[in-house]
């Protein structure tokens, strides 16, 4: 199967109780990307757009992990998409200081021909109206569209981010921005809200609490690994989202029971994510590393039970 990722490509800095990150590559599609890749290899696709700041390195880096870089744009005498954020003492609650669209601003992708083909869409966090665009230009509706987004464009692009959240299959986003979209508390409520939005799964990340996957009556609920050292949480969302896309698409298998198998591939990615600044964690995972945390999954919440 092959996977079409857009989302951001960017610089990000940040700020964590142990230390600044200083200016470093980041963005949605960039932690999509390489997560999905340790599933899926060699047919994953981005769709993104840098200025010509963006160092080749970067776009090396998407190529030694068999990631193709045809539908990244890259805008002369322009600056990248730039994020400045800052974790607080518990490491779940974050601001943002500062977000420069700068490319971003009017970013309008066409695709090649060659990319309206691919059979899963991960439509990664970035201005609704442009992943809308992008699922529409698809010649054929994909096997699987999993979209991301956060409040920042709750905030600025409501009714364009709720258009878009209507046509997609899984919608992944963390419990405030759940809140914020329903303006419900309780989160199986808001689940129950945005399963009548569109998308017939959710998922609601949780940080270090683990996640929800929703899907009509059923839950799944999968823990974060405990760690005893969380260093910088960016990216953990993306690399979730990637890490479950990746594997579905690997798999070809879309039943519940493989959703939840997907939902524990995200997490293991992302339990890598946060142990280094920015992607360097989820460049050079080596397969032993991911089985070993796979097991430590399952060792985690297996348990027997004999009920009289
Ligand atoms: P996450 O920690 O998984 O929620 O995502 C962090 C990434 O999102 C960073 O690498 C940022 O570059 C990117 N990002 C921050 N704000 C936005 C935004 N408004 N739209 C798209 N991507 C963003």
Redesign the pocket.
């Known amino acids: 199967m092959s996977l079409l990722v857009i989302?951001?490509v960017?610089?990000?800095q940040v700020e964590t109780p142990f230390g600044a990150s200083g200016k470093i590559i980041?963005?949605?599609a960039?932690?999509v990307s390489l997560a999905a890749s340790y599933f899926l290899k060699n047919n994953i696709h981005l769709v993104s757009v840098v200025g010509d700041d963006f160092p080749q390195s970067g776009i090396e880096n998407f190529h030694r992990r068999g990631i193709g870089t045809e539908g990244l744009e890259i805008k002369k005498g322009e600056k990248s998409?730039f994020?400045h954020?800052r974790y607080r003492a518990d490491m779940n609650s974050r601001d943002?200081l500062e977000?420069q669209l700068n490319v971003?601003a009017d970013f309008n992708p066409v695709l090649p021909e060659s990319l309206k083909e691919l059979d899963f869409l991960m439509l990664?966090?970035?201005?609704p109206a442009v992943q809308k665009s992008v699922l529409n230009q698809m010649n054929k509706r994909p096997k699987l569209t999993v979209m991301?987004t956060?409040n920042?464009?709750m905030d600025t692009a409501w009714d364009e981010l709720i258009e878009t959240i209507k046509l997609v299959d899984v919608l992944t986003i963390?419990d405030e921005e759940a809140r914020q979209l329903t303006g419900e508390y309780s989160l199986v409520v808001a689940a129950q809200k945005i399963l009548t939005m569109g998308p017939k799964y959710l998922v609601i990340k949780k940080g270090e609490n683990g996640a929800l996957l929703f899907h009509g009556k059923e839950v799944f609920y999968a823990p974060a690994l405990p760690l005893e050292e969380v260093f910088d949480?960016?990216?953990?969302?993306?690399?979730?989202a990637g890490g479950f896309i990746g594997y579905l698409a690997a798999t070809g298998d879309l039943s519940f029971e493989n959703m939840k198998r997907a939902v524990i591939y995200g997490s293991a990615i992302a339990s890598f994510c946060v142990e280094k600044f920015g992607i360097e964690r989820v460049t050079d995972l080596r397969q032993e590393e991911l089985d070993a945390r796979i097991k430590e999954f399952v060792h985690l919440v297996q348990f027997d039970i004999n009920l009289a």
Request: glycine fraction near 22%; avoid cysteine.
């Open positions: 989302g951001t960017a610089f990000d980041g963005g949605a960039t932690y998409f994020w954020g943002t977000t971003l990664g966090n970035l201005v991301d956060m920042f464009w963390n949480p960016t990216g953990a969302g993306d690399s979730f």
